[in-house]
C-alpha cells in the first residue's frame, strides 16, 4: 500500500464491511485456524464417532451403535463419578467465591499493605494445580500427618482424613477453597469500579456498613460474581490432578474421589477403552454446556447491569 | 493504570466513633495477618520439613529449624532412574517451547482480530471464544490417537505443536484486549511511512503489547510447568519424563521413609514457579483482573 492512497484513507473513517484485508487476515490466522481444524475440531468429530464405536487402539474402531451410552446408563461406577464430581462442584465452588468476596471487600477498605496480603492470598491459586502441593496434602491428611500432629495435643481425636472414605472428599475441597486468591482478584477489580460517591450518599442517607454492602456492593458485583461462577464451574469440573495423586491414580478409598475426569482416565489410558472414554467425553461437554447455559440463563434473574 | 490501593475514604457514620477508627485497622490487620499465617503456613513447613532428617515430618509440627540437614535433597535428587536434573531440564524444555509457540501464533491471531478486517470475522471469533471454554478431555482421546500414529508418543512434540498452532485461545482474547487499547493513529503514521500489515505488526503493534506478551509468557510458564494430564499421558519412557510426572513417579515408589526425600523434590519443583510469581506478579494481578483467567 503506498503512502498516497494511506494518505487519502486517513482521517475518514472506514465503513465496516468497506475495505477487506482478506489475504493478510487468513495469513495472520493460518496457525490458528490449523491448529482449531487440526487440533480441536477434527478431534472432536473422531471422538464423536469413537463414542459410538468399540476402539482399543489396536483393532481398529468396530461401529457398536447407543452400546457405549446405555452401558453408561447402567456404569454404577460412573454414576457414583458424577456424584462425586457434583458434590465437590457444588460444594467448592460457593465457598470459594465466598471467602474469595469476604477477603475482596475488606482488603478494598484500603487496607495498609493490601499489595502485599493480596499476593499471599493469591500464591496458593498458583501453586495449587501443582503434583508438589498435593503431595503435600496427602501427607497433611494423612494419619501421620501435620493437621493431626497440630490438634490431637489440642485434645481432638485425629484419624486418616483421606484413608477414611466420608472425609477424603472434603481434603479435596478444602484444597479448591485454597485457591480462592484468582476469583478474589478479580473481584477486586470488580469493587474498584463502583463509584465511592454511591457509598457517601448512602451514608449520607444513614446506611450501616451492612446495610452498604447489601444494597450497593451486592447488587453492582452481580456480573462479577456471575463471571466468576461461570469460570470456577467449568474449571472445577475439569478437576483431575489433585485427585489423581492424593488417590495414587485410584479415586480411591471406595472411589470416593473418583472424579469424573479419573474414571475417564482410567477407562480410556488405564483400559484403552477408547470408544467409552469418547462417549464419556461428549457428556462432559454436555453436562459443562447444560452447566453454563442454566448459569446464562438463571443470571437474568439476579445479576445486575449498571448501564 | 496501576494496580497499587487507592484508599477509600470511608464516611463517617453515626457508628465510627474515634477509638473505634483506631482500632479498627489493627483488628483488621490481625485478622489478615491469621489468615495470611493459615492459608501459607503448610507450605513454609513443608520447605522446612524437606530440611529436616527424614521421619520428623511425622513428628514435628513446627516450624522451627535447629539443625538443617540437606541429605534429602541429596538423597531425592538420586531416587529415580534419573536424576532429577534430567526432569527438570525436560520440564524446561516443554516448558520453553510453549512459551515461543504461545507468543508467535497467539499475537498473530490477536492482531488479525484486532485490527484487520475480513470476511467471517465476527464467525471466527466467536468460535475462538467457545474454544477458550473447551474441556481438553473431549479432544483428548483422539488427539492421543493422532499423536501416536504420528510417532510422537515420548517425545515434547504434542505438547508444543498445539501451542504453535494457538490452541491456547486464552492468549488469544488476551492479547486481542490489548491491542485494541492501542490507538489505531500508531498504525496509520506507521501505513503512511509504507509499512504493509506485517510491518504495522512487526514495528508497531508487537512493542506496544510487550505488557500482554509479559502475562502471556509469565502464565504459560507457570501452567505448563505445573500441567499434569497431557504430560502423563504423552510421557511415560522414564527418560523422558518432566517435573510433575517424575514427582508422581516418587509418590507411587516411596515407602513412608523417604517422604523427606519426596518433599525436598515437590520444594524444588515449585522454586520455578514461585520466582515466576515474584517476578511477574504485577503481570500476573493485570492479566487476570482484565481477562479472569486462573
Same mark, same amino acid.
Given at each position: 500500500?503506498?503512502?498516497?492512497?494511506?494518505?487519502?484513507?486517513?482521517?475518514?473513517?472506514?465503513?465496516?464491511?468497506?475495505?477487506?484485508?482478506?489475504?493478510?487476515?487468513?495469513?495472520?490466522?493460518?496457525?490458528?485456524?490449523?491448529?482449531?481444524?487440526?487440533?480441536?475440531?477434527?478431534?472432536?468429530?473422531?471422538?464423536?464417532?469413537?463414542?459410538?464405536?468399540?476402539?482399543?487402539?489396536?483393532?481398529?474402531?468396530?461401529?457398536?451403535?447407543?452400546?457405549?451410552?446405555?452401558?453408561?446408563?447402567?456404569?454404577?461406577?460412573?454414576?457414583?463419578?458424577?456424584?462425586?464430581?457434583?458434590?465437590?462442584?457444588?460444594?467448592?465452588?460457593?465457598?470459594?467465591?465466598?471467602? !474469595? @468476596?469476604?477477603?475482596? /471487600? =475488606? +482488603?478494598?477498605?484500603?487496607?495498609? *499493605?493490601?499489595?502485599?496480603?493480596?499476593?499471599?492470598?493469591? $500464591?496458593?491459586?498458583?501453586?495449587?494445580?501443582?503434583?508438589?502441593?498435593?503431595?503435600?496434602?496427602?501427607?497433611?491428611?494423612?494419619?501421620?500427618?501435620?493437621?493431626?500432629?497440630?490438634?490431637?495435643?489440642?485434645?481432638?481425636?485425629?484419624?486418616?482424613?483421606?484413608?477414611?472414605?466420608?472425609? !477424603? @472428599?472434603?481434603?479435596? /475441597? =478444602? +484444597?479448591?477453597?485454597?485457591?480462592? *486468591?484468582?476469583?478474589?482478584?478479580?473481584?477486586?477489580?470488580? $469493587?474498584?469500579?463502583?463509584?465511592?460517591?454511591?457509598?457517601?450518599?448512602?451514608?449520607?442517607?444513614?446506611?450501616?456498613?451492612?446495610?452498604?454492602?447489601?444494597?450497593?456492593?451486592?447488587?453492582?458485583?452481580?456480573?462479577?460474581?456471575?463471571?466468576?461462577?461461570?469460570?470456577?464451574?467449568?474449571? !472445577?469440573?475439569?478437576?483431575?490432578?489433585?485427585?489423581?495423586?492424593?488417590?495414587? *491414580?485410584?479415586?480411591?478409598?471406595?472411589?470416593?474421589?473418583?472424579?469424573?475426569?479419573?474414571?475417564?482416565?482410567?477407562?480410556?489410558?488405564?483400559?484403552?477403552?477408547?470408544?467409552?472414554?469418547?462417549?464419556?467425553?461428549?457428556?462432559?461437554?454436555?453436562?459443562?454446556?447444560?452447566?453454563?447455559?442454566?448459569?446464562?440463563?438463571?443470571?437474568?434473574?439476579?445479576?445486575?447491569?449498571?448501564? | 493504570?496501576?494496580?497499587?490501593?487507592?484508599?477509600?475514604?470511608?464516611?463517617?457514620?453515626?457508628?465510627?466513633?474515634?477509638?473505634?477508627?483506631?482500632?479498627?485497622?489493627?483488628?483488621?490487620?490481625?485478622?489478615?495477618?491469621?489468615?495470611?499465617?493459615?492459608?501459607?503456613?503448610?507450605?513454609?513447613?513443608?520447605?522446612?520439613?524437606?530440611?529436616?532428617?527424614?521421619?520428623?515430618?511425622?513428628?514435628?509440627?513446627?516450624?522451627?529449624?535447629?539443625?538443617?540437614?540437606?541429605?534429602?535433597?541429596?538423597?531425592?535428587?538420586?531416587?529415580?532412574?534419573?536424576?532429577?536434573?534430567?526432569?527438570?531440564?525436560?520440564?524446561?524444555?516443554?516448558?520453553?517451547?510453549?512459551?515461543?509457540?504461545?507468543?508467535?501464533?497467539?499475537?498473530?491471531?490477536?492482531?488479525?482480530?484486532?485490527?484487520?478486517?475480513?470476511?467471517?470475522?465476527?464467525?471466527?471469533?466467536?468460535?475462538?471464544?467457545?474454544?477458550?471454554?473447551?474441556?481438553?478431555?473431549?479432544?483428548?482421546?483422539?488427539?492421543?490417537?493422532?499423536?501416536?500414529?504420528?510417532?510422537?508418543?515420548?517425545?515434547?512434540?504434542?505438547?508444543?505443536?498445539?501451542?504453535?498452532?494457538?490452541?491456547?485461545?486464552?492468549?488469544?482474547?488476551?492479547?486481542?484486549?490489548?491491542?485494541?487499547?492501542?490507538?489505531?493513529?500508531?498504525?496509520?503514521?506507521?501505513?503512511?511511512?509504507?509499512?504493509?500489515?506485517?510491518?504495522?505488526?512487526?514495528?508497531?503493534?508487537?512493542?506496544?503489547?510487550?505488557?500482554?506478551?509479559?502475562?502471556?509468557?509469565?502464565?504459560?510458564?507457570?501452567?505448563?510447568?505445573?500441567?499434569?494430564?497431557?504430560?502423563?499421558?504423552?510421557?511415560?519412557?522414564?527418560?523422558?519424563?518432566?517435573?510433575?510426572?517424575?514427582?508422581?513417579?516418587?509418590?507411587?515408589?516411596?515407602?513412608?521413609?523417604?517422604?523427606?526425600?519426596?518433599?525436598?523434590?515437590?520444594?524444588?519443583?515449585?522454586?520455578?514457579?514461585?520466582?515466576?510469581?515474584?517476578?511477574?506478579?504485577?503481570?500476573?494481578?493485570?492479566?487476570?483482573?482484565?481477562?479472569?483467567?486462573?
Amino acid at each position: 500500500m503506498s503512502a498516497l492512497s494511506a494518505l487519502g484513507t486517513l482521517g475518514r473513517k472506514k465503513p465496516p464491511g468497506q475495505k477487506k484485508d482478506n489475504v493478510a487476515a487468513y495469513l495472520f490466522l493460518t496457525p490458528w485456524l490449523l491448529g482449531l481444524f487440526v487440533i480441536t475440531i477434527g478431534p472432536m468429530i473422531a471422538s464423536l464417532y469413537l463414542a459410538f464405536t468399540d476402539y482399543n487402539l489396536i483393532q481398529a474402531p468396530q461401529w457398536t451403535g447407543l452400546e457405549n451410552f446405555t452401558r453408561m446408563l447402567s456404569d454404577e461406577r460412573l454414576h457414583n463419578s458424577l456424584k462425586v464430581t457434583f458434590t465437590y462442584v457444588l460444594v467448592s465452588v460457593p465457598i470459594q467465591l465466598a471467602v !474469595a @468476596l469476604l477477603l475482596a /471487600v =475488606v +482488603l478494598d477498605r484500603g487496607v495498609r *499493605g493490601m499489595a502485599f496480603y493480596r499476593s499471599v492470598f493469591y $500464591l496458593p491459586s498458583l501453586l495449587g494445580s501443582s503434583v508438589a502441593i498435593a503431595i503435600l496434602w496427602k501427607q497433611i491428611f494423612g494419619t501421620d500427618g501435620l493437621l493431626n500432629q497440630l490438634i490431637t495435643p489440642l485434645g481432638f481425636a485425629g484419624k486418616g482424613w483421606i484413608s477414611d472414605p466420608s472425609t !477424603a @472428599l472434603g481434603t479435596l /475441597v =478444602v +484444597l479448591n477453597v485454597w485457591t480462592f *486468591g484468582a476469583p478474589m482478584v478479580i473481584f477486586l477489580a470488580g $469493587l474498584r469500579q463502583i463509584p465511592a460517591m454511591y457509598y457517601e450518599a448512602a451514608s449520607v442517607d444513614g446506611a450501616g456498613p451492612l446495610r452498604r454492602f447489601f444494597s450497593i456492593t451486592m447488587p453492582l458485583l452481580t456480573p462479577i460474581i456471575f463471571f466468576n461462577l461461570v469460570l470456577q464451574i467449568i474449571h !472445577a469440573f475439569q478437576s483431575f490432578t489433585q485427585a489423581f495423586v492424593v488417590s495414587g *491414580g485410584t479415586g480411591g478409598p471406595s472411589d470416593s474421589t473418583m472424579f469424573y475426569t479419573l474414571y475417564l482416565y482410567d477407562r480410556g489410558f488405564g483400559n484403552f477403552d477408547m470408544g467409552y472414554a469418547s462417549a464419556m467425553a461428549w457428556f462432559l461437554l454436555v453436562i459443562i454446556g447444560v452447566f453454563t447455559a442454566a448459569n446464562f440463563v438463571a443470571s437474568k434473574y439476579w445479576v445486575f447491569y449498571d448501564d | 493504570m496501576t494496580t497499587e490501593t487507592l484508599p477509600r475514604s470511608v464516611p463517617a457514620t453515626r457508628a465510627t466513633t474515634p477509638v473505634w477508627r483506631r482500632v479498627r485497622p489493627a483488628l483488621t490487620h490481625v485478622a489478615l495477618a491469621a489468615a495470611a499465617v493459615v492459608m501459607l503456613y503448610p507450605v513454609i513447613w513443608m520447605v522446612v520439613s524437606s530440611l529436616r532428617p527424614g521421619n520428623e515430618i511425622f513428628r514435628e509440627p513446627g516450624i522451627l529449624v535447629r539443625d538443617l540437614r540437606i541429605e534429602n535433597y541429596r538423597l531425592g535428587w538420586n531416587a529415580l532412574t534419573e536424576p532429577f536434573t534430567r526432569y527438570l531440564l525436560n520440564s524446561a524444555a516443554v516448558v520453553l517451547g510453549a512459551i515461543v509457540g504461545n507468543l508467535v501464533s497467539c499475537s498473530m491471531a490477536a492482531y488479525a482480530f484486532a485490527r484487520l478486517n475480513f470476511t467471517g470475522k465476527k464467525f471466527w471469533f466467536a468460535i475462538m471464544l467457545v474454544t477458550i471454554m473447551l474441556p481438553i478431555h473431549v479432544v483428548i482421546v483422539p488427539q492421543y490417537i493422532l499423536f501416536s500414529q504420528a510417532g510422537w508418543i515420548n517425545t515434547f512434540l504434542p505438547l508444543i505443536v498445539p501451542k504453535l498452532l494457538a490452541t491456547d485461545a486464552f492468549f488469544v482474547f488476551l492479547m486481542v484486549q490489548f491491542i485494541r487499547g492501542i490507538p489505531r493513529e500508531l498504525d496509520e503514521a506507521a501505513r503512511i511511512d509504507g509499512c504493509g500489515k506485517g510491518g504495522v505488526f512487526l514495528r508497531v503493534i508487537l512493542p506496544l503489547m510487550v505488557p500482554a506478551l509479559a502475562t502471556t509468557t509469565i502464565f504459560t510458564f507457570i501452567w505448563t510447568w505445573n500441567d499434569f494430564f497431557s504430560q502423563l499421558i504423552y510421557l511415560t519412557d522414564p527418560k523422558m519424563y518432566t517435573v510433575p510426572v517424575a514427582l508422581r513417579a516418587f509418590v507411587d515408589a516411596t515407602a513412608s521413609t523417604s517422604w523427606g526425600s519426596l518433599f525436598a523434590m515437590s520444594v524444588v519443583s515449585l522454586v520455578p514457579v514461585f520466582l515466576a510469581f515474584l517476578l511477574g506478579q504485577r503481570f500476573l494481578i493485570k492479566g487476570i483482573a482484565t481477562t479472569g483467567i486462573k
